[in-house]
């Protein structure tokens, strides 16, 4: 079935679209201009008052006018004056007194000229006199104001003060009255044109407010970040690019691609090795092992560690007090690959084991009936199949891996990657500019790595089976091999659970590395010092969490069911945050957001609008994928019916995409209470975040209560895990039996 057009254009329809837009333009420029006069009138207002009572102001000692002076560019930034003394004998003349050689200069130049004698003139009567003619001060645009210096009883002239200020309008309030006067006119252009030309006016708002969240919350932070990264001193230069390209970043750019690389690896050999014992052999607690598999993906970064520190640190429980190694490190690329590894193994354990589950058995069968043995059906079959899946799976850890911020950031040691520089050159060195630019050149490997993904990806069929499926896979693992690969799982598993041991032991030690006595004082003093962060990391993931699933939907619905001009660009603008790194999107907003007319920093909404863009690709993804096993005669039908779209949407679309909604929920709330890249660039004193504060106390070797915190964010995110596992439960309509 061809999917619906939501617009339809005619010669009538436009004609009445081009009035209405040009009848509403004219109001709209009468009002822009009536607003914008009254501001200019206005403010020239309250600027001649100021002067009037800044002349009023001098002083009559002449030992003291040259301070006075000198205190006008306090008074009026940008602008200053000269004080015009007469000459006793010769009213006409006067002596010009200045300390801003620029006025001084300035004033010589017109003082011959007629306005300069009107403004005296009317200066000599007591009277004020604003310039209407243009001059510039140092390169700033100024007009000049003529005011009498008069004694206490405002009966002699004892001067002239000639200020040059400032041009009178806000500039910055004359901008924000400009982009609302533009953007109240795109909004009724937009409105007005879905109302004329769409089919369905529901879907059209819809796109029109998508559309204007990807402007808003994706491009335009990143053309500001990309603009800022070129402007130096507020100009045009490539001096910021110049440092960025120098061998010190460069080096830490192939830092970042050579960790990249080695945990992509090491990542997707785990993974497949545990999709491949859980799926394909008959190994016992394949539940069990599938849960503990997780968990490292659904924890805080910081985490695994944190607890990495604590067990092979400098003064780790393993290296120095069980071992009493002196010369061992964890820190640099062997402990980052460690890590990472174990942080990231999770995402190639859930791409590979749909690949693995869902492989036809037929040919493996036939492989096997035609006498070829278990590793050759293994080598020509199996692998060839799981190929694009590997692929898939090792790409998504090397984008993973050169986006990660977390661990680099207390693990890293002298080994440098670009995620911490960039970090570095906001926090350390102010200098937004820089940080921007490393981001940017980070996002280039990043880039390449997703589309190539996407390629493969693309590439894989996604057919729903409409006949007989085979609920049958062949175990072509030989007991030695099966034997031997579970061991391994066990070993990974048993790793993993010690690593979170290691951080609920941590909570009950004093001093961890020095004094392992038991207490309990540190869960009281991190809760305590942590309340402020408890709560707003869980209120702001809690408000994120449901407009992102509906957005997530709504947005897959728009994706798979309509078609419209820009569809493509739209869906890949929605899909870009999920290869831009996370820095990148922190000084991006810090750029866009931190100005009118979106001043957002500072605020929880700049966290929470963080949290949604954020990871608003993964819930698309998996409604696309619900929505493209749906058959499309269903709303049809619901439709024929008489049901709008918005109907359609809530009691059809959304009651069959529900796993997928509460999982694209689930994943944003775990997500936005784990997250720290982007974060750690947007918090504040108000809105602070967990692993935040699980970092600085980590940072200052206080690892009790950053165990305490770690744990308590453990158990708030695996119970919301739990939730939503409880809310989609597994019917186990297509599992399938292993036959040997």
């Given at each position: 079935?061809?999917?619906?057009?939501?617009?339809?254009?005619?010669?009538?329809?436009?004609?009445?679209f081009?009035?209405?837009?040009?009848?509403?333009?004219?109001?709209?420029?009468?009002?822009?201009?009536?607003?914008?006069?009254?501001?200019?009138?206005?403010?020239a207002?309250?600027?001649?008052?100021?002067?009037?009572l800044l002349?009023?102001?001098?002083?009559?000692?002449?030992?003291l006018?040259?301070?006075?002076?000198?205190?006008?560019?306090?008074?009026l930034?940008?602008?200053?004056a000269?004080y015009?003394?007469?000459?006793a004998?010769?009213?006409?003349?006067?002596?010009?007194?200045?300390?801003?050689?620029?006025?001084?200069?300035l004033?010589?130049g017109i003082?011959?000229t007629?306005?300069?004698?009107k403004?005296?003139?009317s200066?000599?009567?007591?009277?004020?006199?604003?310039?209407?003619?243009?001059?510039?001060?140092?390169?700033?645009?100024?007009?000049l104001?003529?005011?009498?210096?008069?004694?206490?009883?405002?009966?002699e002239l004892l001067?002239i003060?000639?200020?040059?200020?400032?041009e009178?309008?806000d500039?910055?309030?004359?901008r924000?009255?400009?982009l609302f006067?533009?953007g109240?006119?795109?909004?009724?252009?937009?409105?007005?044109?879905?109302s004329?030309?769409?089919?369905?006016?529901t879907?059209?708002?819809?796109v029109?407010?998508l559309?204007g969240l990807?402007?808003?919350?994706?491009v335009?932070?990143?053309?500001?970040?990309?603009?800022?990264?070129?402007?130096?001193?507020?100009?045009y230069s490539?001096?910021?690019?110049?440092?960025?390209?120098?061998?010190?970043?460069?080096?830490?750019l192939?830092?970042?691609?050579?960790?990249?690389?080695?945990?992509?690896?090491a990542?997707?050999?785990v993974?497949?090795?545990?999709a491949?014992?859980?799926?394909?052999?008959?190994?016992?607690?394949k539940?069990?092992?599938?849960?503990?598999?997780?968990?490292?993906?659904?924890?805080?970064p910081?985490s695994l560690?944190?607890?990495i520190?604590?067990l092979?640190?400098?003064?780790?429980?393993?290296?120095?007090?069980?071992?009493?190694?002196e010369?061992?490190?964890?820190?640099?690329?062997?402990?980052?690959?460690?890590?990472q590894?174990i942080g990231m193994?999770?995402?190639?354990y859930l791409?590979?084991?749909?690949?693995?589950?869902?492989?036809?058995?037929?040919?493996?069968?036939?492989?096997?009936?035609?006498?070829?043995?278990?590793?050759?059906?293994f080598r020509?079959?199996t692998?060839?199949?799981?190929?694009p899946?590997?692929?898939?799976?090792w790409l998504?850890?090397?984008?993973?891996?050169?986006?990660?911020?977390?661990?680099?950031?207390?693990?890293a040691?002298?080994?440098r990657?670009l995620?911490?520089e960039a970090?570095?050159?906001v926090?350390?060195?102010?200098?937004?500019?820089?940080g921007?630019?490393?981001?940017?050149?980070?996002?280039l490997?990043?880039?390449t790595?997703?589309?190539?993904?996407?390629?493969?990806?693309?590439?894989?069929?996604?057919?729903?089976?409409?006949?007989?499926?085979?609920?049958?896979?062949?175990?072509?693992?030989?007991?030695?091999v099966?034997?031997?690969?579970?061991?391994?799982?066990?070993l990974?598993?048993?790793?993993v659970?010690?690593?979170?041991?290691t951080?609920?032991?941590g909570c009950?030690?004093?001093?961890?590395g020095?004094d392992?006595?038991f207490?309990?004082?540190?869960?009281?003093?991190?809760?305590?010092?942590g309340?402020?962060a408890i709560?707003?990391?869980?209120?702001?993931?809690?408000m994120?969490?449901p407009?992102?699933?509906?957005?997530?939907?709504?947005?897959a619905?728009?994706?798979?069911?309509k078609?419209?001009?820009?569809k493509r660009v739209?869906?890949?603008?929605?899909?870009t945050?999920?290869?831009?790194?996370?820095?990148?999107?922190?000084?991006a907003?810090?750029?866009?957001?931190?100005?009118?007319?979106?001043?957002?920093?500072?605020?929880?909404?700049?966290?929470?609008?963080?949290?949604?863009?954020?990871?608003l690709?993964?819930?698309?993804?998996?409604?696309?994928?619900?929505l493209?096993q749906?058959?499309?005669?269903?709303?049809?039908?619901?439709?024929?019916?008489?049901?709008?779209?918005?109907?359609?949407?809530k009691?059809i679309?959304?009651?069959?995409?529900r796993p997928?909604?509460i999982?694209?929920?689930?994943y944003?709330?775990?997500?936005?209470?784990?997250?720290?890249?982007?974060?750690?660039?947007?918090?504040?004193?108000?809105?602070y975040?967990?692993t935040?504060?699980?970092?600085?106390?980590?940072?200052?070797?206080?690892?009790?209560l950053?165990?305490?915190?770690?744990?308590?964010?453990?158990?708030?995110?695996m119970?919301?895990?739990g939730?939503?596992?409880?809310?989609?439960r597994?019917t186990?309509?297509?599992?399938?039996?292993?036959?040997?």
């Amino acid at each position: 079935m061809p999917l619906s057009e939501p617009f339809v254009f005619t010669k009538d329809k436009l004609l009445k679209f081009l009035l209405a837009i040009a009848v509403f333009a004219a109001v709209d420029l009468w009002v822009y201009s009536t607003v914008r006069s009254s501001l200019r009138a206005n403010a020239a207002e309250t600027r001649r008052n100021a002067l009037v009572l800044l002349a009023r102001s001098a002083p009559e000692d002449a030992g003291l006018r040259d301070d006075w002076l000198a205190s006008i560019a306090d008074s009026l930034p940008g602008g200053a004056a000269v004080y015009l003394i007469p000459d006793a004998e010769d009213p006409s003349a006067y002596e010009a007194i200045a300390v801003d050689e620029a006025a001084l200069e300035l004033w010589n130049g017109i003082a011959s000229t007629d306005d300069a004698a009107k403004g005296l003139e009317s200066a000599y009567y007591f009277e004020n006199y604003a310039s209407s003619v243009k001059a510039t001060l140092s390169d700033t645009p100024v007009r000049l104001f003529y005011a009498p210096v008069t004694d206490d009883a405002q009966s002699e002239l004892l001067g002239i003060a000639v200020f040059m200020a400032p041009e009178t309008a806000d500039s910055g309030l004359e901008r924000l009255l400009t982009l609302f006067a533009l953007g109240v006119f795109a909004l009724f252009a937009a409105m007005t044109g879905v109302s004329r030309f769409s089919r369905d006016s529901t879907i059209g708002y819809a796109v029109l407010v998508l559309s204007g969240l990807a402007v808003v919350f994706i491009v335009f932070p990143l053309v500001e970040a990309f603009r800022l990264s070129f402007l130096t001193d507020g100009e045009y230069s490539l001096a910021i690019w110049t440092d960025a390209l120098s061998g010190a970043h460069l080096q830490s750019l192939w830092g970042s691609i050579r960790l990249g690389i080695w945990t992509a690896t090491a990542s997707t050999l785990v993974g497949f090795l545990f999709a491949f014992v859980i799926y394909r052999t008959s190994a016992r607690g394949k539940k069990f092992l599938s849960a503990i598999a997780q968990m490292p993906v659904i924890s805080p970064p910081f985490s695994l560690t944190l607890s990495i520190l604590l067990l092979a640190g400098n003064n780790g429980l393993i290296t120095k007090q069980l071992l009493g190694l002196e010369s061992f490190s964890i820190y640099g690329l062997g402990g980052l690959v460690l890590v990472q590894t174990i942080g990231m193994f999770p995402i190639a354990y859930l791409t590979l084991a749909s690949v693995l589950q869902g492989l036809d058995a037929t040919l493996e069968e036939a492989a096997l009936d035609l006498n070829a043995s278990r590793w050759s059906v293994f080598r020509t079959v199996t692998l060839p199949l799981a190929v694009p899946g590997i692929l898939s799976a090792w790409l998504l850890v090397f984008t993973s891996s050169l986006a990660d911020f977390a661990n680099p950031l207390l693990l890293a040691g002298n080994y440098r990657v670009l995620s911490v520089e960039a970090y570095i050159q906001v926090t350390g060195r102010n200098d937004l500019g820089g940080g921007a630019a490393l981001s940017l050149l980070l996002l280039l490997p990043t880039l390449t790595a997703f589309f190539v993904q996407r390629n493969w990806v693309s590439k894989r069929s996604f057919v729903t089976v409409t006949g007989k499926p085979n609920l049958k896979l062949v175990e072509i693992a030989s007991p030695a091999v099966r034997i031997a690969m579970t061991a391994g799982v066990w070993l990974v598993i048993a790793f993993v659970l010690s690593l979170y041991g290691t951080i609920v032991a941590g909570c009950f030690v004093k001093n961890w590395g020095i004094d392992y006595s038991f207490t309990l004082s540190n869960i009281g003093e991190a809760l305590s010092r942590g309340k402020d962060a408890i709560r707003s990391t869980l209120s702001l993931a809690v408000m994120a969490t449901p407009i992102a699933g509906l957005i997530a939907m709504a947005s897959a619905m728009i994706f798979v069911r309509k078609t419209f001009a820009g569809k493509r660009v739209l869906e890949a603008v929605m899909m870009t945050p999920f290869a831009i790194p996370g820095t990148l999107l922190g000084i991006a907003y810090i750029l866009a957001f931190n100005k009118t007319p979106f001043l957002l920093v500072g605020t929880g909404a700049i966290i929470v609008i963080n949290y949604i863009v954020r990871e608003l690709p993964v819930g698309i993804e998996g409604g696309v994928a619900s929505l493209r096993q749906i058959d499309p005669s269903i709303e049809e039908a619901a439709r024929d019916l008489g049901a709008d779209e918005g109907m359609v949407f809530k009691s059809i679309v959304l009651p069959l995409v529900r796993p997928a909604f509460i999982s694209s929920m689930s994943y944003t709330f775990v997500r936005s209470m784990t997250a720290v890249s982007a974060v750690i660039f947007l918090i504040s004193a108000r809105w602070y975040h967990m692993t935040v504060l699980i970092y600085n106390f980590s940072e200052n070797l206080r690892f009790g209560l950053a165990s305490v915190l770690a744990t308590t964010l453990i158990i708030i995110v695996m119970g919301a895990f739990g939730l939503m596992r409880l809310l989609v439960r597994d019917t186990g309509a297509f599992d399938k039996t292993l036959s040997r």
